[in-house]
């Protein structure tokens, strides 16, 4: 189920992507676009409008926004230079981004690369401040993926995170590696009841329900601490896996409110497996998604 009905992608091509990665022996830039080619092959078309847009060093239409066709956008894709090279305008790049905000209507997420640096100019607003004020104008989540090294660069990225409650920093390696965390924002699988029919083949894995809150809380209780524990063990014997986890609330209070809440519950989840089954840094994925997905039919206390 879809979660957005626009999709909008502010690329870097600026000179600070022109670093090796430590790992993978390629540019940031170069990373940057294999990423976004495989989660465009792999998006699943549910009816979004899509924009993709170069802001540096200057602002340029990739693909403006329309519907999603992903031959399309694999096409448009080779717009983008070949090397990065130049100067950030951030801040230019966010004014030019409210211009395409103003044309279009429903749900928005934003991703944005980034590594905190901007060219200062004058009348420019802070990024940070920036997407705040366009996260109260438009329905918009702002998604930045941050590749930021020093202390100046992170603070501000984090700050251009915490727009609003939907609002996150995903970590670039982490970006690159694991494709829910660039798929996640944009839809959510329904919760459904299901027969397990037993044939030749099956997947070994471990059975964990629903984790259930009392209202208006995001604290776990014990039954649910147990099942988790049997989860860490698992994730503990099959290294290669993960595990995402998507936090909801039902449908009382503000949607901004129960973002909110929703986000505290799945950290909450994630906090616990990540320290008590001592889990390295994105074997668990985390998403919130607010009161869509209810376990029931919000009908009554």
């Known amino acids: 189920v879809r979660t957005a009905d626009n999709v909008i992608i502010l690329v870097d091509a600026s000179s600070s992507m022109d670093f090796s990665h430590r790992k993978f022996k390629k540019t940031n830039y170069e990373l940057q ?13 549910l009816g979004y409008n899509v924009g ?6 200057d602002w340029k239409e990739i693909y403006p926004m329309q519907k999603f066709d992903a031959a399309k956008v694999a096409e448009a894709m080779k717009q983008l230079p070949a090397k990065p090279s130049g100067r950030t305008p951030l801040a ?17 997420v934003v991703y944005i690369f980034s590594d905190g640096g901007w060219e200062q100019a004058a009348g420019k607003r802070d990024p940070g401040d920036k997407t705040a004020e366009l996260a109260r104008k438009y329905n918009v989540c702002f ?21 609003n409650a939907c609002s996150r920093v995903i970590p670039f390696d982490s970006y690159i590696t694991n494709p829910y965390y660039a798929l996640g924002p944009l839809f959510y699988t ?28 995001f604290t776990l209780k014990a039954q649910e601490k147990e099942e988790l524990n049997q989860l860490g063990k698992f ?28 986000r505290e519950r799945a950290e909450a989840v994630t906090d616990y497996l990540m320290k008590n089954s001592k889990l390295d840094s994105g074997r668990v994925v985390t998403m919130w998604y607010g009161e869509a997905n209810p376990v029931a039919a919000n009908d009554s206390a």
């Open 92 to 108: 230019a790049g966010l004014d030019k981004l409210e211009g395409v905000l103003k044309g279009v209507s429903g749900k928005t």
């Open 52 to 57: 993709i847009y170069n802001f540096s060093p």
């Open 143 to 163: 998604i930045v993926i941050s590749y930021a090294m020093d202390p100046d660069g992170t603070k501000r990225v984090k700050d251009m995170g915490k727009a």
């Open 235 to 262: 994730l503990q014997d099959n290294p290669k896996t993960f595990v995402a986890v998507q936090g909801f609330t039902d449908n009382r209070g503000t949607p901004e409110y129960n973002m909110k809440l929703s």
């Open 190 to 217: 329904m919760s459904v009841k299901t027969e397990e029919i037993i044939s030749k083949k099956k997947a070994v894995g471990v059975k964990v329900g629903d984790i259930h809150f009392d209202y208006d809380t």
């Open 33 to 45: 676009k294999e990423a976004l080619a495989a989660g465009n092959s792999r998006l699943p078309d």
